[in-house]
Structure formats: C-alpha cells, structure tokens
C-alpha cells in the first residue's frame, strides 16, 4: 500500500502549516455591495481560495490583519459577517447563532 502525500496550506491566521483537510477553505463572493466572505467546508465554490483553522483566534487574526484580502486577492475590506458565524456560532437555546454576540466580537453593531 502507497501512502500519497497529504497537500498543506498556510492558515490565514496564525501563518502555521497544516494539512489541507484540517483547515477550512474560504472564497470571496462578489455582488453590487463588494466581497463577502463565504465558508466552503466541502471544497467545492468556484474561485480562488484562502485557508484558516476552524478557530476564533486565527479568525480575529486574520481579520486584524486584513489577510483575507491580500489572500484572494481583492480590493476593498470584504463583508466577513457569515464566515464569523460559521467560525464561532455559539447557539442559543433555539439552535440559531447568538447574532449580539458574534457581532460583537467582530465590532459590529447589531
């Protein structure tokens, strides 16, 4: 049996080197307001793509940073919004994201 080697990224984030399929993969998606940036855990949207650690940390690193967009090669500062719920969604009794505090922790109002 033949082990085939596993691709590695860098995390957006953090700068570390970690294999591909222990890092969540992220594409901007254009429309009439700018960029937004969308989570494609199943490695399958059409575009150039940026890797992060599924992690708070990387994600507020990343967004200090301004990362993102250097990495998919934009201009502007792209919405990160869905891509903050998707990486730290603590639910509420209902299931639903708490939308007051992820939007905090990115320093937006709600």
Same mark, same amino acid.
């Given at each position: #049996? !033949?082990?085939?080697?596993?691709?590695?990224? +860098?995390?957006?984030?953090?700068?570390?080197?970690?294999?591909?399929?222990?890092?969540?993969?992220?594409?901007?998606?254009?429309?009439?307001? @700018?960029?937004?940036?969308? =989570?494609?855990? $199943?490695?399958? #949207?059409? @575009?150039? @793509?940026?890797?992060?650690?599924?992690?708070p940390a990387c994600f507020?690193? $990343? !967004?200090?940073?301004?990362?993102?967009?250097?990495?998919?090669?934009?201009?502007?500062?792209?919405?990160?919004?869905?891509? $903050?719920?998707h990486v730290d969604a =603590?639910?509420? +009794?209902?299931?639903?994201?708490?939308?007051?505090?992820?939007?905090?922790?990115?320093?937006?109002? +709600?």
């Amino acid at each position: #049996m !033949v082990r085939r080697a596993q691709p590695e990224r +860098t995390c957006v984030g953090c700068r570390r080197r970690a294999p591909a399929s222990d890092l969540l993969r992220i594409v901007a998606v254009g429309d009439e307001a @700018g960029h937004s940036l969308r =989570p494609d855990p $199943a490695r399958r #949207m059409p @575009g150039r @793509g940026a890797h992060m650690h599924p992690d708070p940390a990387c994600f507020a690193q $990343a !967004v200090r940073r301004r990362a993102f967009g250097r990495a998919l090669r934009i201009t502007g500062i792209p919405d990160h919004g869905e891509l $903050a719920e998707h990486v730290d969604a =603590p639910t509420t +009794t209902s299931g639903q994201p708490d939308r007051a505090r992820v939007a905090s922790r990115v320093g937006r109002p +709600t």
